[in-house]
């Protein structure tokens, strides 16, 4: 299946939730060093559910079209759920095979958004490895 | 030049049902079947290991190896084989003069030059001595073409504390040939006792490297983007600095005597080959050497000439791509990094692969080069002489595809 789906050059071309929150709860910055793919999210959270989220930053089309995707997925979800989220459930949304090239591109957004929940609660953050420590997978820069 | 593409066994390979066009040259060049021959000769028939042991097959693994040292030797026009170290590539030469000769003559405070164009392999090891003992790094900038800035060199250069100039030969993101402007700063360089040192990586297969014109007193570079094999490169140094500095690794074959307190340093180059080398990986690089002279130094770089002019030409009439470099032919190689309009060169590079063509994107080992640009990555289309106008025009017909599905 081509990975360059209709959904995904949507998404690319007219992001959901791009832009900032004003007086968000946390905000967290991560980027793909080796692509220089960047992103920032700020969240809201209310009773341990995300009640608002925006993304600003860019890179290439699949993790600005993930991000995107992902952020219509887990408004209104809660945290302990968000957390549980996986490379699987990543791939579900975007609709399209993704290559191990791409696995980074297509988790940027996921780690983000994950760790800024992990970073308001105080929690250690999650790194790459833990990600693709779960498909057994060997993944460097 | 005849049937060049058929002596590359790879060339004929296909990805997705399509003849692969192979643009990634600048980050390993493709091998001729004399090279792979020559290692699977030396394994089936030859393999032992060297400098050790008096048999008959040692010998001949041994003169295999000292055989390939003598064409590299006269391949870059050194005095002798006592300049030429091989290593497992441009990036260990590069580390080693760092350790051996930099621990040596570096004090903090020392400087060493480089430039912004530089790859990480001749920004890490310099960094790694600044954090160890504190020595500074200055950088000179890149004129509006991405051309070495001579007159801040110059201005660098007449520092007092400045020990090192330590250049690359040929970026491998901008392709320009800094031959001239590296033998315009030789005199200041010799007038305040500051050594050079010269990144050939990319410039070995692509323009004539003659160290004596050169002048240079250490040069590294890596067989395998010169049509040899991986795990083995160069690193040449002038004989009487080499002698000078202390050896890097300790083990076999750097050695004269070793007792239980102390040890003596074998003659150059063994000095600084410490433990079994790479002897399949030398002799590959020798008849790499062979590949170059039979098909006729002068023959590819016509052919790569030619290339690039085209390749100028179509970028010339390309509305959505922009190239970082030289633009006029005779002052680059045919490694060309492209901005294009919308299309992140991730994307670029991976529905272009799709196609059968393969590109690199990203910062190219060059981060500091990209900051300097301001972009945070490229695509980057690298050619050898062996690649056809036809392989660039289909290059430019996908990629204006791509940029019109992405835009």
């Known amino acids: 299946m081509d990975i360059y789906a209709q959904n995904i050059l949507e998404h690319f071309k007219n992001p959901s939730n791009k832009g900032f929150i004003k007086g968000a709860d946390v905000t967290h910055n991560e980027a793909n060093l080796s692509c220089g793919d960047k992103l920032k999210v700020g969240l809201k959270i209310k009773n341990n559910k995300l009640v608002d989220f925006k993304f600003s930053g860019g ?8 991000i995107s995707i992902l952020g219509e997925q887990i408004i209104g979800k809660s945290l302990s759920l968000i957390l549980k989220l996986n490379f699987d459930d990543v791939k579900k949304y975007l609709g399209v095979s993704v290559s191990e090239r791409r696995a980074k591109c297509a988790l940027l957004g996921l780690i983000t958004v994950q760790n800024a929940i992990l970073k308001s609660k105080g929690k250690k953050l999650k790194e790459w490895r833990d990600y693709f420590l779960v498909f057994n997978k060997n993944f460097t820069d | 030049m005849k049937n060049i593409r058929g002596q590359f066994p790879i060339l004929t390979k296909k990805i997705n049902g399509r003849a692969m066009i192979y643009f990634d040259n600048a980050a390993t060049s493709q091998k001729p079947q004399s090279v792979i021959n020559s290692m699977v000769d030396f394994y089936t028939k030859h393999n032992s290991n060297v400098h050790r042991g008096i048999n008959p097959l040692a010998e001949e693994a041994t003169r295999q190896y000292e055989n ?11 005095n002798s084989t006592q300049e030429i170290i091989f290593t497992k590539g441009a990036t260990e030469s590069i580390n080693l003069i760092a350790q051996s000769w930099g621990r040596k003559n570096l004090k903090k405070g020392d400087i060493v030059v480089l430039s912004i164009a530089e790859h990480h392999a001749n920004f890490v090891p310099w960094l790694q001595l600044k954090k160890e003992i504190g020595i500074e790094i200055d950088v000179i900038s890149l004129t509006g073409k991405g051309y070495l800035d001579i007159q801040k060199a110059k201005n ?17 993101v901008l392709g320009a040939i800094e031959t001239r402007s590296i033998v315009s700063l030789q005199k200041i360089a010799r007038a305040n006792n500051i050594k050079i040192l010269l990144d050939a990586s990319q410039a070995i297969s692509h323009i004539v490297v003659n160290v004596k014109k050169l002048n240079c007193d250490f040069l590294a570079f890596s067989g395998h983007k010169m049509f040899g094999p991986t795990g083995c490169g160069v690193l040449y140094g002038k004989n009487e600095l080499l002698e000078k500095i202390p050896a890097w690794q300790g083990g076999g074959d750097m050695i004269r005597e070793v007792f239980t307190n102390k040890f003596s340093e074998n003659n150059l180059p063994y000095k600084f080959e410490a433990g079994t080398p790479n002897i399949a990986g030398a002799i590959g690089l020798g008849v790499a050497v062979d590949f170059i002279k039979k098909t006729g130094f002068k023959n590819i770089l016509k052919k790569e000439e030619e290339l690039t002019n085209y390749f100028l030409k179509k970028i010339k009439e390309c509305d959505f791509a922009v190239l970082h470099g030289p633009t006029i032919s005779k002052d680059r190689i045919l490694v060309f990094s492209l901005t294009i309009k919308g299309v992140h060169p991730h994307d670029a590079a991976d529905a272009l692969g799709q196609k059968g063509i393969i590109l690199r994107a990203g910062h190219h080992c060059a981060q500091p080069l990209h900051d300097y640009l301001k972009v ?18 289909l290059f430019f017909k996908e990629l204006k595809k791509v940029y019109q599905k992405f835009n």
């Open chain 2, 156 to 172: 660098l250069l007449t520092q007092k504390k400045v020990k090192l100039l330590a250049l690359t030969l040929c970026s491998n």
């Open chain 1, 59 to 66: 890179g290439c089309a699949i993790s600005q079209a993930a």
């Open chain 2, 376 to 393: 945070s990555a490229t695509l980057r289309a690298s050619l050898s002489f062996y690649n056809t106008t036809e392989e660039i025009d």
């Open chain 2, 68 to 78: 390939a040292r003598k064409k590299v030797k006269e391949f870059i026009n050194a």
